[in-house]
């Protein structure tokens, strides 16, 4: 079986949701920015609780901070994405500077002094162009960049733009400007590829159910089923275009799809999955022909309240009720029994805890279940957990707490506690980092120093959950 990977998840959007740079535009690049844009100024939004300029994250002024911190961990992936707004800002337009932005965030993964990560880049991760976006005359969205006319021809365009950058000779070689970067490295990547995992689309599923079933996500319409269809099947062929550009010009790249998988119990569990997560995979995986791997990305337990037999262990997000770490060892069978010959990435799981003291244990457990799944024979290439920093969290704005660290924590160097235990405080960071060593390295002490960070995480959440019964 090949080497796993372990890393986090992020996308740059969610770390960081306003522009960084002068590219003489004054309008929002994408949906999501003209969300952002109207809470900052105070007009109306969807977005949910107070928000200011200076709670947002800043990924792109302190990527080597951001960098750095993951390496810190031990970790050998990072995923981000690409805006594909801020690549192509106005129709027919790409923007070289903030590609030469993207590359300058890959070379850094690539080479950190004598340490590196394998990058995997998300093409679409739910924002949108703006100029493909339909406003009113008010700014309010009315209809998805997937509704308009000859989106699927903006799409071609910008997946044929973006796999051009990351095979130019020319463009790579620019990362030698920076001292840590050998020649040798270059020509390296040249040769053997600076990205070898791409997933096309993030969660089609999480953006046409959000977007027009429940109307959180841009249109914001509610209860328009036959329009979500209609949008994943749009989404679907956009996948299967970018299949056919990137496995023709990066030939060695590894591509799949990240799908939104919740585990479905109750009398009828069965057939939601079968609807809402294997039915959404065969749609986009054309029986198995389009893609290198399954991306599954799990956050929660779903069952009607009325069939409930258990109690829920509830995160601190809203719309992810249950924090069931044993779920994911339901998806990964049910998904290896429908692709038995495809491997399957965890290209995202977390859980949002604002105090940090019931995460770790989700986060150690969940490792274990991976671990154990992957000993009876599923082809499981990584994990990676939802994420490094805290993120903008959609429209609840910064409610949220998913990272492993503030933004405002990552000055300085990481060290997990070796104390932790006894001093009775394990953090997400020292979780993951037991997780990682254990996996990348295995050893007697990677294990034991895992299963007793374990041990005491679960006694930890043990003493939070009845701390918050007393209350």
Known sequence: ?????????????????????GDGLDTARSDWESEVAHKLEGRPSHIKGNLAQNDLPRFL?????????????????????????????????????????????????????????????TLQHFTLPAHQTVFDHHGEITASAWETPGILGEFRRYVTSVARFLTDPDKIRTLLDD????????????????????????????????????????????????????????????????????????????????????????????????????????MFEWDGALSDFIGIQYYTRYAPF??????????????????????????????????PRKPIFISEFGFADKKDVRKPMWILETVQQIINARGRGIPVLGMLLWSLVDNFEWNLGMACRFGLFREKELGGPFKTDSTAITKGRITSADAWKAAVNYVLKPSDKTQYAFETLRGGAFEQYERAKKKKKIE
């Open 61 to 121: 002024e302190r990527r080597e901070d951001y960098i750095l911190r993951a390496a810190s961990l031990g970790m050998n992936m990072f995923r981000t994405s690409i805006e594909w707004g801020r690549f192509s800002p106005r129709p027919g337009e790409f923007n070289d500077a903030y590609m030469m932005d993207v590359l300058k965030t890959l070379g850094h993964l690539k080479r950190i002094g004598e340490f590196s990560m394998e990058p995997m880049i």
């Open 179 to 282: 001292p840590s970067v050998r020649l040798t490295d270059v020509e390296r990547w040249i040769e053997e590829g600076l990205v070898k995992y791409i997933m096309t689309i993030n969660e089609p599923s999480t953006l046409a159910f959000n977007g027009y079933v429940f109307g959180f996500f841009p249109p914001y319409q509610k209860g328009k089923i036959f329009r979500a269809k209609k949008i994943l099947r749009t989404m679907a062929e956009a996948h299967r275009i970018a299949w056919e550009i990137l496995k023709a010009q990066l030939p060695y790249a590894h591509v799949g799809v990240g799908h939104a998988m919740g585990y479905f119990t109750g009398p009828f569990g069965a057939i939601a999955h079968r609807y809402s997560n294997e039915g959404i995979a065969d």
């Open 306 to 339: 009325w069939f409930q037999r258990f109690k829920r262990d509830a995160t601190d997000h809203p719309f992810l009720p249950d924090a069931f770490p044993a779920g994911i060892t339901h998806l990964l069978n049910k998904m290896h029994h429908s692709y």
């Open 1 to 21: 079986m090949e080497t796993m990977f372990m890393g986090t998840a992020m996308s740059e959007f969610q770390q960081h949701p306003t522009p960084s740079w």
